[in-house]
């Protein structure tokens, strides 16, 4: 199985690279038993992920794509350093403002609700993964938030437990494409003023970079077959 680990930045997924580096390194990824895992570095936002993980599935054949990284939480259900899957994604800051509104492609009619791969407007992750792990809604945006007026806005706009600068193009991408794919993230942070001293980017690391050798693991070990909804 050829699995593709997609992360904005070297720094969020470096325990695993150092991890499966210790087995076999080969010239395009790293193989792992019988899984090969490749590795690509997008750098941050949705632009730059759409372009990279494009580009990269159609230079070679993956059988699954897991999104890795860190967000911020909106809701403090969602403990510092908790890790989550994420269900279904949004891109959140892409739309209209008219006045004090803002308002989305759909909802000004640039977009149907259900126009693929959209479900309801939103991007939604169509296969069933039994990894015993917290389930979020999430939104992407390019401008993470860090002042009260916007925060409300989006986190009650939109509903979603966390935010990511990503997580909705490698939907876009992996849904248009027909690529099994998953998107798994560490909290570092809740969205809020900005104050980085409440933050711990260590912790949501370590752990999601755990969570994410549990997951190969698992796959490798259970010979795991992908069922969709």
């Known amino acids: 199985m050829k699995i593709l680990i997609v992360s904005a930045t070297e720094n969020e997924i470096l325990p695993l690279i150092n991890s499966l580096e210790v087995n076999n390194t080969t010239a395009c990824g790293i193989k792992d038993g019988n899984i090969h895992v490749d590795y690509l570095i997008t750098g ?9 993980l494009f580009r990269k599935i159609h230079e070679k054949e993956y059988d699954f794509v897991i999104n890795a990284g860190i967000a911020g939480s909106f809701t403090k259900k969602l ?4 890790v989550v899957y994420v269900q279904n994604e949004q891109f959140a800051d892409l739309g209209i403002e008219d006045k004090n509104e803002f308002y989305t492609l759909f909802e000004k009619g640039f977009m ?14 169509p296969y069933i993964f039994d990894f015993n792990i917290k389930k979020v809604s ?6 993470t938030h860090g002042c009260e007026k916007s925060i409300e806005l989006f986190k009650n706009k939109f509903g ?7 997580g909705a193009a490698v939907f876009y991408v992996c849904l248009s494409e027909g690529v099994k794919f ?32 549990e997951i190969i693991d698992k796959i490798e070990q259970e010979n795991t077959n992908w069922e969709s909804l």
Not at 160 to 166: L, N, P, W
């Open 44 to 52: 941050i936002g949705s632009v730059f992920t759409t372009y990279q």
């Open 79 to 82: 403990n510092i350093g908790d």
């Open 112 to 125: 149907q609700k259900n126009q693929f791969p959209f479900t309801d407007a939103k991007l939604i992750n």
């Open 138 to 143: 999430a939104i992407t945006v390019n401008t």
């Open 160 to 166: 979603a437990d966390i935010e990511s600068m990503e």
């Open 182 to 213: 998953m998107e798994i993230r560490s909290i570092s942070n809740y969205v809020e003023e900005r104050n980085a001293s409440n933050w711990d980017i260590p912790l949501a690391i370590n752990n999601l970079n755990k969570k994410v050798l």
